[in-house]
């Protein structure tokens, strides 16, 4: 893994024990081998969507600053793992949420939420 994605996913863990959790369960269950770097940013996606509402608004903000300044980077690995792992997964969970999708969008900034949309899109 590259020392961006690393250092994005540590910055990451470091706002909230449930993402520390998500990260060492999907790395154990790829154990001993490394996992996917697509794998454990789409379980920081997921953990993000599920949590949402009841993540503090605060740390809500940071994440998605965290999301938004990778996505604006300019660091190919980064920009892609953060795309089509985290935002991707985010956008799975929430739009089978009710109103989930509508609030999440809200957070977050320009890029993100292109990405998102294109994806969305058929």
């Known amino acids: 893994m ?3 994605c690393r250092s994005f996913i ?3 863990v470091a706002l909230s024990t449930e993402m520390q959790t998500s ?3 999907t790395e154990e269950y790829f154990s001993p ?3 996917p770097i697509t794998a454990l940013f789409a379980a920081l996606g997921d953990r993000i969507a599920e949590d949402f509402d009841s993540t503090d608004l605060d740390v809500n903000q940071q994440l998605f600053r965290l999301i938004e300044g990778a996505m604006l980077s300019g660091d190919e ?7 089509t792992g985290l935002i991707e997964a985010m956008v799975s969970v929430a739009v089978k949420k009710k ?4 609030r999440i969008s809200l957070m977050l900034g320009t890029r993100s939420l292109h990405h998102a949309q294109a994806w969305m899109t058929p």
């Open 99 to 102: 109103g989930l999708w509508k």
């Open 33 to 35: 081998d490394e996992a």
């Open 10 to 12: 540590d910055q990451i």
């Open 2 to 4: 590259n020392a961006s």
């Open 77 to 83: 690995s980064l920009v892609t793992a953060v795309a």
């Open 23 to 25: 990260i060492r369960e």
